[in-house]
């Protein structure tokens, strides 16, 4: 499906790191596994250090002292704020939603909108067109994307699969309106039949949490996990997005009557380092066009990797400048969407540690 | 599809000097889950073959891998 928006811009980006920083090696000490290995996956993959929260930390306590610090930075005010945006899958209750419970202990106007939109990876690119479709209306002048996880609480600590490259974080996204900003394209898909790919099978009402889905489980090389964490198909979504993601990208240009020559960057969800070089293989695209290193800084952050990879490589430059990027995320549902536009002359982009208060 | 070079672009992918036909994949020793990956890719980019993991598992020796890969080449 494509989409085509008009006269919007992001006018800054924040990124909400955790303090508490694990080392890949370090952790893989605690697998029964060859130190050779893990070094040739730190080597491929990129994996090195990653960043999580501590016990009992939730998305809203890294959103709400993200928001609070750009409060106090006078970088953004709080009445002005006419909608909050959250993506997570990693909500702090099943009710009521988490963007509520931001716009309470921050103390926000009641003249407001709070959604909470159940998104993985490609939750970048879908909340900004959500947001851009809410300034669509007169009285909306500044939509808040938040995009954020803790999905590490939801990890098997002996599931070697994915444990070791999960990271925690919150992206601000501050949304507006701006007439002299280039026509924005996007698109997206979306494939339901394949949403066992990346699951959490229990916890929900189909399968209420219980002592059962606790139980840790073999599911092959001395991987265990039980229904209560996260299960990703590894493989299964390397061939996904290695089939969609190019022909998704290649339309999208198409569409905008460009090509990969007229883009300064690819900024991809960032799953890691193998992934993405494949990926930039495919399409022809240099890989210096196509930034991969937010996994062997932070870890895979889900839906907040894209904001992380702008305030990773190029957070003065946004400040200064504009670029013309094209921004592609994929993941669980299974979804996939892709955005063309014009990046930058922020007003702001920062990066804020979040000590948890012991 | 050249096989003698598909059997040395495995070798390459399992970090060893030579991989003969008749070898069989999991006695090798890098034959892991990052190998597994490194073909998915390999099939997909040097031969724009779509395979699912499942289908390299359930291959024995390497000469399985190439007819698997072949017969799956667009």
Redesign the interface.
């Known amino acids: 499906m494509n989409f085509k928006f008009r006269g919007k811009r992001i006018s800054g980006m924040a990124v909400v790191l955790p303090e508490r920083e694990l080392s890949f090696l370090e952790e893989m000490k605690n697998f029964n596994f060859p130190e050779a290995r893990s070094l040739k996956l730190k080597e491929v993959m990129g994996y090195n250090k990653r960043r999580v929260v501590e016990p009992g930390c939730c998305v809203s306590d890294l959103a709400v002292h993200g928001l609070q610090q750009l409060f106090d930075r006078g970088l953004l005010k709080k009445e002005e704020i006419d909608a909050i945006l959250l993506v997570t899958q990693t909500a702090d209750h099943f009710m009521p939603s988490t963007s509520s419970l931001i716009q309470g202990r921050l103390g926000l106007k009641q003249d407001m909108l709070c959604l909470d939109l159940n998104l993985a990876c490609a939750g970048f690119v879908i909340g900004l067109m959500q947001a851009f479709m809410l300034l669509e209306q007169e009285s909306v002048k500044k939509v808040v994307l938040i995009n954020g996880d803790v999905l590490s609480r939801k990890a098997s600590p002996k599931d070697r699969n994915i444990y070791p490259l999960i990271g925690d974080a919150v992206s601000i996204t501050v949304v507006e309106r701006d007439a002299s900003n280039a026509t924005i394209h996007a698109n997206l898909h979306m494939d339901g039949t394949r949403a066992e790919t990346l699951i959490i099978p229990a916890g929900g009402m189909r399968m209420p949490s219980t002592p059962e889905t606790a139980k840790l489980e073999d599911v092959g090389d001395n991987n265990l996990l039980a229904k209560d964490h996260v299960f990703m198909d590894g493989s299964a979504v390397f061939n996904f997005v290695q089939t969609e993601v190019p022909p998704m990208i290649e339309s999208l240009l198409a569409t905008a009557g460009t090509t990969v020559e007229h883009i300064d960057y690819f900024l991809c969800h960032q799953p890691n380092r193998f992934m993405l070089q494949k990926l930039a293989d495919k399409m022809k695209i240099p890989y210096e066009k196509m930034p991969n290193n937010v996994v062997e800084n932070y870890g895979n952050t889900g839906s907040a990797t894209i904001p992380m990879v702008i305030a990773l490589n190029f957070q003065e430059r946004v400040q200064r400048e504009k670029m013309r990027v094209c921004m592609a995320g994929f993941g669980g549902g299974l979804a996939w969407a892709s955005m063309l536009m014009e990046l930058g002359a922020m007003d702001f982009n920062t990066t804020i540690e979040y000590k948890q208060k012991s | 599809m050249n096989k003698q070079e598909f059997y040395q672009r495995l070798a390459e992918i399992l970090?060893t000097e030579e991989v003969k036909p008749e070898d069989t994949l999991k006695q090798l020793d890098g034959w892991?889950?990052?190998a597994?990956?490194?073909v998915?890719?390999l099939a997909?980019?040097k031969y724009g073959a779509?395979?699912?993991?499942d289908e390299i598992r359930a291959v024995v020796t390497a000469a399985d891998l190439a007819n698997l890969v072949e017969s799956k080449k667009k």
């Open positions: 970090d892991d889950s990052l597994v990956l490194s998915l890719a997909d980019s779509s395979i699912k993991a």
